[in-house]
């Protein structure tokens, strides 16, 4: 609330038509847990270049990783996600993953299990699939396809 709901503050690094609106929509927020502390802080960059470079610097000097702490990054939308969680990779290396990078039917088990069985059916002579099929969470319940 302090940076967010501070139009002056914002005023020093936002267009002013933008300011505007925010200031307009923006309402206070309080805790949940205020016992809980919590940061946020927001930095510009006029490229896609000093974004990214920007965002690796302050991951670093918030030392948040070493500690065991997560970081989120907020972008406007998933191709400079990705593109960001990639240079995160290469160049912290930092264990970065974009939201876009979850396919969350594939990331599930039953559902691989479940596709292989659908390629085993499809496929007869799939190995492949047939041996996914002996493994959890199936369990060999589709190996005689």
Avoid: Y
Avoid at 14 to 39: D, F, M, N, T, Y
Avoid at 58 to 67: D, F, G, K, N
Avoid at 86 to 94: A, H, M, Q, W
């Amino acid at each position: 609330d302090r940076v967010f709901g501070d139009a002056g503050a914002l005023a020093e690094s936002a267009p002013p038509i933008a300011v505007v609106a925010w200031a307009r929509e923006w309402r206070a927020h309080v805790s949940a847990k205020p016992a809980l502390g919590g940061w946020v802080e927001w930095h510009h960059a006029d490229d896609e270049v000093g974004r990214f470079a920007e965002t690796l610097k302050t991951v670093r000097e918030t030392e948040a990783l070493a500690c065991g702490l997560e970081v989120a990054v907020w972008v406007w939308d998933n191709k400079p996600a990705a593109a960001l969680a990639e240079f995160l990779r290469r160049e912290g290396p930092v264990a970065a993953v974009a939201e876009s990078d979850l396919h969350v039917a594939m990331d599930n088990p039953l559902t691989v299990a479940l596709r292989a069985w659908w390629r085993r059916v499809a496929h007869p002579g799939d190995t492949p699939a047939q041996e996914h099929l002996i493994m959890p969470p199936l369990g060999g319940c589709g190996g005689g396809v």
